[in-house]
């Protein structure tokens, strides 16, 4: 019997390397509590989960930490919206609902998280499920980005 391993995609991949230093290098600057190496990893699973919102057909939201990710990439309107009509063929807008930073089901209530790690799987990117475990994250992260609330998920 033979075994297939799948090989899953790095969000980094999505952008050029001088580009995804830029977003880092910029995360790093507005988060300064971040540990080392942290700006990386929020990055890298911001654009694996933007690359699946450009696939996916049901509602996802972010998780705090990936959320600082997305923002920070959000500032660079150019290049944001570039690689919005290159991965998904329209601009993947962030648009909080009543106020909130999280999508809402259209039954009501908030999109659990546990559906865009699903859909970043679903779509061949690998999942750094720290950045995903809102009881995990805490301890890294800051909330020192305007806006930032607490997960739906708690």
Request: one cysteine or more.
């Amino acid at each position: 019997m033979s075994t297939t391993t799948l090989a899953l995609r790095r969000g980094t991949s999505l952008v050029s390397p001088e580009l995804f230093d830029q977003l880092t290098i910029r995360i790093a600057k507005d988060h300064p509590n971040l540990p080392a190496g942290m700006p990386a990893r929020i990055l890298d699973q911001a654009l694996a989960f933007l690359g699946a919102a450009a696939v996916t057909t049901e509602p996802i939201g972010p998780s705090d930490l990936v959320d600082i990710g997305w923002h920070t990439f959000i500032l660079y309107t150019r290049d944001y919206a570039a690689f919005c009509d290159r991965i998904a063929g329209r601009f993947i807008h962030h648009n909080p609902e009543d106020g909130s930073e999280w999508p809402t089901n259209p039954n009501g209530g908030s999109v659990p998280l546990s559906r865009a790690v699903a859909a970043i799987t679903a779509t061949g990117y690998r999942v750094d499920a720290a950045l995903w475990n809102t009881t995990a994250i805490d301890a890294d992260c800051t909330q020192c980005h305007a806006g930032c609330h607490d997960s739906p998920t708690r």
